[in-house]
């Protein structure tokens, strides 16, 4: 050991090692914090955001759908006094005029089954759904509505029965500029109806007009206005906000 | 007659998770600006003054505008990694027994006022303390509990109907959004006072969160301790 031939460090000595030792460290992970950052933006797209970052919104999505999501987790309910205003958003879809009279729901059922034109009539034939809660913009917005329609899980088994067994559910509007996909088990929800009514009246045109989806389980982009179409899939069907770099699963 | 020695003052556990907390709050308070401008309807009003979270030129000075669907990516990243850290750092300072130098004791709140009496300059000595003073003790105890309440009132509005008891029990949806908000101010608030407080204490302290070590100062011999 040569160390005895060493002159003994001194204190000052000792931390001037210590100090740049720790700098070059905190420097190095600050270069590696750099570059994964750089990584990640750099990385190809998957519907307006980088695929790191999509990933990690869909195994978010998986993590909800089997650890918290459950059919009894449902939205709070309020007392109609504290109804809002509610704010109307979108309107992807809504452009052409409605003739509510010529309206009909196009229903492609599951697996084969003649696809369906649904009237109005045929869809009250179902219990009616009323209760009031709380409708969630993905902005930050929120507003207590009271919604009136029939549950979606009643209206697949009257007509489209077997399609529960399918992973989404695709709607689209009349023209087909505003689409969404929404995986089943939020479909399935007890509170997801088909609306036709708000706050006791029949939906306005701004609201989505003559049928809408409420979903309290997502945020009001699922939420769409104006359906025109409704088909089942086993592979997520496009989604146009998800498209635009949005959560696809966007879930409450 | 003195002599200089280092000594260990931060052990590598908290300065690790010191040093991977600092960019990813960073990234969390930037990646929750982009949301919160989709939506920016908090103001202070006091009387004649009014502050509004937070006028167009702050967005445009950081480049903050237009951008939700980015920050919601980003944020539903960084929240696992912020959660993940801070846990750790919860974990390291139960076991190591580190907690005994950070949490507040018994007169702590008071002589933390004594502390910030002094640092203002409106008081001549700090009253006794260990290796934390009664106001770094509150406060690096309160940031751990704001964390906390970061990660909860973040659950409460990122998955508000299934875990309605909780956003209900803060108060509802819109309140929780507000708690959340009011926390990342909190964060902001210390970042300018922690800032300023190492900027203050020197060199010497801020290198022992790097190195861990600092050099002080000790009396040599006992026997040179006059007893009057």
Request: net charge neutral; glycine share 10%; hydrophobic share 45%.
């Amino acid at each position: 050991m040569n160390n005895a031939t060493l002159p003994p460090t001194t204190p000052e000595q000792e931390l001037a090692k210590r100090t740049r030792r720790g700098f070059l460290g905190l420097g190095l992970g600050a270069a590696a914090a750099a570059g994964g950052w750089q990584w990640l933006w750099s990385q190809p797209q998957e519907g307006g955001v980088p695929v790191p970052l999509r990933s990690v919104l869909d195994a978010n999505a998986r993590l909800n759908q089997n650890l918290l999501f459950r059919d009894a987790h449902l939205a709070p309910e309020f007392p109609p006094e504290r109804i809002q205003a509610i704010r109307a958003n979108g309107d992807f879809g809504l452009e052409g005029a409605l003739d509510a009279d010529a309206w009909r729901l196009a229903l492609t059922p599951w697996r084969g089954a003649a696809p369906l034109q649904l009237t109005m009539a045929d869809l009250k034939k179902l219990n009616k759904l009323e209760y009031t809660a709380e409708f969630k913009c993905i902005e930050g917005w929120s507003s207590i509505v009271r919604w009136g329609g029939v549950r979606f899980r009643d209206f697949v088994a009257l007509y489209a029965p077997g399609a529960e067994k399918a992973a989404y559910v695709s709607l689209t509007t009349p023209d087909k500029e505003y689409f969404v996909g929404v995986d089943m088990a939020s479909m399935l929800h007890p509170q997801t109806m088909l609306c036709f009514e708000k706050n006791g009246q029949p939906l306005e045109l701004a609201h989505g007009a003559p049928l809408r989806l409420v979903i309290p389980v997502k945020y009001g982009i699922k939420n769409i206005k104006r359906i025109g179409t409704i088909s089942f899939s086993d592979q997520a069907p496009p989604d146009y906000w998800a498209e635009e770099g949005y959560d696809y699963y966007a879930g409450l | 007659m003195t002599t200089k020695r280092l000594e260990q003052k931060h052990s590598l556990g908290k300065r690790w998770t010191h040093w991977v907390n600092f960019p990813v709050l960073m990234v969390m308070i930037w990646s929750g600006l982009l949301i919160y401008w989709a939506n920016d309807v908090y103001e202070v009003n006091l009387g004649p003054a009014s502050f509004h979270f937070f006028p167009d030129a702050v967005y445009r000075a950081f480049n903050l505008d237009h951008r939700l669907s980015e920050g919601m990516a980003v944020h539903f990243l960084f929240m696992w990694l912020f959660a993940i850290n801070g846990v750790m750092y919860v974990l390291y300072t139960a076991i190591s027994g580190e907690w005994r130098d950070l949490v507040p004791q018994k007169g702590s709140f008071g002589d933390a006022l004594q502390v910030m009496l002094y640092d203002l300059g409106l008081r001549k000595q700090l009253p006794p303390q260990g290796k934390y003073n009664a106001a770094q003790r509150v406060t690096y105890s309160a940031i751990i509990v704001m964390g906390l309440g970061s990660l909860i009132t973040g659950l409460a509005i990122y998955k508000p109907i299934q875990v309605a008891w909780l956003t209900e029990g803060l108060g509802g949806y819109t309140w929780a959004r507000a708690e959340h908000f009011v926390l990342t101010l909190g964060y902001l608030g210390f970042f300018v006072i922690h800032i300023a407080q190492v900027l203050r204490a020197g060199w010497g302290n801020f290198q022992s969160m790097v190195t861990g070590v600092e050099l002080v100062e000790t009396k040599l011999a006992a026997k040179e301790t006059v007893h009057e």
